[in-house]
């Protein structure tokens, strides 16, 4: 998967957990939680969406590596390849 | 026989919108089942039924604006139903409110003109018509009531939490405490108990939280209730109102019905499910009136402490402030730990500080011990 490929993916799952965030506020190099007023649930809940897509589990030690778009792709493209 | 009508769901409501039925006349129902969803100021909230029995008549079409206690449908008791079927089944036709009947309370429109009629500021009486539905071109062709630009309305949402909250603030003489509580221990027993858990099965803060919290109010339950009539109150049941924020504004703390009986993951899959369904506005009527006390978490909004105001005819409110690295003393050393402000806001009239105090040690106890909360 590109890493295009997993930008979508993450971008799909936020919209589809939080319907009421536009597109254009995901700012890649903003926390997500904070600047969209994702609590710990709706966090929680894209992570497992995310799990189910990309076969990728986050375990909570690695949130701080998550914690924004662009963070969170690489972590992803990185735990992909390998 | 007896009246399916549409309940009340908040003082502050007076109508709500019949928006769908999920039983057809004829049809069998039981105690606590959805069988109809309106639509109010908090969103769509699914009606449950409180008798078993037949659905002998529907009297209301979907769509139609009703008031508090018009009768929706007729239900059957099933004791109605053995034997003289015939004779007892059809009620005399007084006996049943007919559309004609109750045409002033009952207007027939679309969502979409409702919603345009309202920012036009035209009255829907206006164009219903011998009992026809209002349709959106009728709304938008009609001449607005204000001539000049009307000031933009407040959401029915805001104005519930107005009147609710001006009521607590006159009425309700509030006493304020708070806590500090190490949750270091908390948190890290928490921690090792996901690693151990796949992602789906993972549990949150919150939900220990409110497991501590349930089991704090069953050794202090004269918080847990209400204060009616110059009386206190105490509720059987825990069904703590969790405060949800809507992130399109607004607030909702519908209930986590019978939190008192559930365990720790039965705690974390009842919050879950129930954000899930505030948020997508699907509550059901019990979830918006049963409130036995309130629990707010700020924490996720970085305050310390928050001193709440409590939900007549509730007695407290319980408030969480965010987790913070802080300097925490320990015998003689001086350390570092995660410490949450917790507040508790009393009804004086129910309560003294002295329960208060008892609720908030008794939590800070059980929070040093997590695993006891499982």
């Given at each position: 998967m590109t890493k295009e490929q997993i930008k979508t993916a993450i971008i799909e799952q936020i919209l589809e957990i939080a319907p009421d965030i536009n597109e254009a506020d995901i700012i890649p190099d903003k926390n997500i939680q904070r600047s969209l007023e994702i609590d710990s649930f709706d966090f929680l809940k894209i992570l497992?969406?995310?799990?189910?897509?990309?076969?990728?589990?986050?375990?909570?030690?690695?949130?701080?590596?998550v914690d924004t778009l662009e963070h969170m792709m690489e972590y992803f493209m990185q735990r992909m390849e390998s | 026989m007896s009246q399916f009508?549409?309940?009340?769901?908040?003082?502050?409501?007076?109508?709500?919108?019949?928006?769908?039925?999920?039983?057809?006349e004829g049809d069998h129902v039981t105690k606590g089942q959805v069988i109809a969803e309106v639509e109010t100021s908090k969103g769509v909230i699914e009606i449950e039924v409180f008798e078993?029995?037949?659905?002998e008549k529907i009297l209301v079409e979907p769509e139609t604006e009703c008031t508090v206690g018009t009768t929706l449908a007729i239900i059957r008791t099933e004791g109605e139903q053995e034997g003289k079927i015939e004779t007892v089944i059809s009620p005399a036709p007084s006996d049943i409110p007919t559309e004609e009947a109750t045409d002033d309370e009952r207007i027939k429109a679309s969502p979409a003109a409702r919603r345009r009629a309202k920012e036009m500021g035209i009255d829907l009486f206006s164009l219903a018509a011998q009992g026809e539905a209002v349709h959106l071109s009728q709304v938008e062709s009609a001449e607005p009531i204000i001539s000049e630009p009307s000031v933009p309305q407040m959401g029915g949402m805001r104005q519930a939490i107005a009147k609710a909250m001006s009521r607590s603030n006159a009425e309700i003489p509030h006493y304020y405490l708070s806590a500090s509580i190490n949750m270091t221990p908390a948190l890290h027993w928490l921690e090792e108990l996901n690693t151990k858990r796949s992602i789906k099965e993972r549990l949150l803060p919150a939900a220990l939280l409110i497991r501590a919290i349930t089991k704090a109010l069953e050794e202090v339950p004269e918080l847990n209730g209400f204060w009616k009539d110059d009386a206190p109150q105490i509720s059987e049941d825990i069904n703590p109102g969790i405060a949800i924020a809507l992130r399109k504004g607004g607030l909702i703390t519908p209930a986590l019905l019978?939190?008192?009986?559930?365990?720790?993951?039965?705690?974390?899959?009842?919050?879950?499910?129930?954000?899930?369904r505030t948020r997508s506005g699907k509550l059901r009527n019990t979830e918006i009136t049963q409130q036995t006390i309130t629990i707010t978490n700020l924490g996720d909004l970085g305050v310390e402490s928050v001193y709440g105001v409590i939900?007549?005819?509730?007695?407290?409110?319980?408030?969480?402030?965010?987790?913070?690295?802080?300097?925490w003393a320990e015998g003689d050393a001086l350390c570092v730990r995660k410490v949450m402000q917790a507040t508790l806001a009393g009804d004086h009239r129910a309560t003294d500080g002295r329960i208060g105090a008892k609720f908030l040690e008794k939590l800070n106890d059980l929070l040093q011990h997590p695993e006891e909360l499982l």
């Amino acid at each position: 998967m590109t890493k295009e490929q997993i930008k979508t993916a993450i971008i799909e799952q936020i919209l589809e957990i939080a319907p009421d965030i536009n597109e254009a506020d995901i700012i890649p190099d903003k926390n997500i939680q904070r600047s969209l007023e994702i609590d710990s649930f709706d966090f929680l809940k894209i992570l497992t969406a995310l799990n189910e897509v990309l076969g990728v589990e986050v375990p909570e030690a690695d949130y701080a590596k998550v914690d924004t778009l662009e963070h969170m792709m690489e972590y992803f493209m990185q735990r992909m390849e390998s | 026989m007896s009246q399916f009508v549409m309940p009340s769901l908040g003082a502050d409501m007076e109508s709500a919108v019949l928006m769908e039925w999920h039983v057809k006349e004829g049809d069998h129902v039981t105690k606590g089942q959805v069988i109809a969803e309106v639509e109010t100021s908090k969103g769509v909230i699914e009606i449950e039924v409180f008798e078993e029995g037949i659905v002998e008549k529907i009297l209301v079409e979907p769509e139609t604006e009703c008031t508090v206690g018009t009768t929706l449908a007729i239900i059957r008791t099933e004791g109605e139903q053995e034997g003289k079927i015939e004779t007892v089944i059809s009620p005399a036709p007084s006996d049943i409110p007919t559309e004609e009947a109750t045409d002033d309370e009952r207007i027939k429109a679309s969502p979409a003109a409702r919603r345009r009629a309202k920012e036009m500021g035209i009255d829907l009486f206006s164009l219903a018509a011998q009992g026809e539905a209002v349709h959106l071109s009728q709304v938008e062709s009609a001449e607005p009531i204000i001539s000049e630009p009307s000031v933009p309305q407040m959401g029915g949402m805001r104005q519930a939490i107005a009147k609710a909250m001006s009521r607590s603030n006159a009425e309700i003489p509030h006493y304020y405490l708070s806590a500090s509580i190490n949750m270091t221990p908390a948190l890290h027993w928490l921690e090792e108990l996901n690693t151990k858990r796949s992602i789906k099965e993972r549990l949150l803060p919150a939900a220990l939280l409110i497991r501590a919290i349930t089991k704090a109010l069953e050794e202090v339950p004269e918080l847990n209730g209400f204060w009616k009539d110059d009386a206190p109150q105490i509720s059987e049941d825990i069904n703590p109102g969790i405060a949800i924020a809507l992130r399109k504004g607004g607030l909702i703390t519908p209930a986590l019905l019978d939190a008192g009986k559930m365990n720790l993951d039965q705690t974390m899959q009842a919050l879950d499910d129930l954000i899930t369904r505030t948020r997508s506005g699907k509550l059901r009527n019990t979830e918006i009136t049963q409130q036995t006390i309130t629990i707010t978490n700020l924490g996720d909004l970085g305050v310390e402490s928050v001193y709440g105001v409590i939900y007549p005819p509730q007695v407290a409110i319980v408030g969480l402030g965010r987790i913070m690295d802080t300097p925490w003393a320990e015998g003689d050393a001086l350390c570092v730990r995660k410490v949450m402000q917790a507040t508790l806001a009393g009804d004086h009239r129910a309560t003294d500080g002295r329960i208060g105090a008892k609720f908030l040690e008794k939590l800070n106890d059980l929070l040093q011990h997590p695993e006891e909360l499982l």
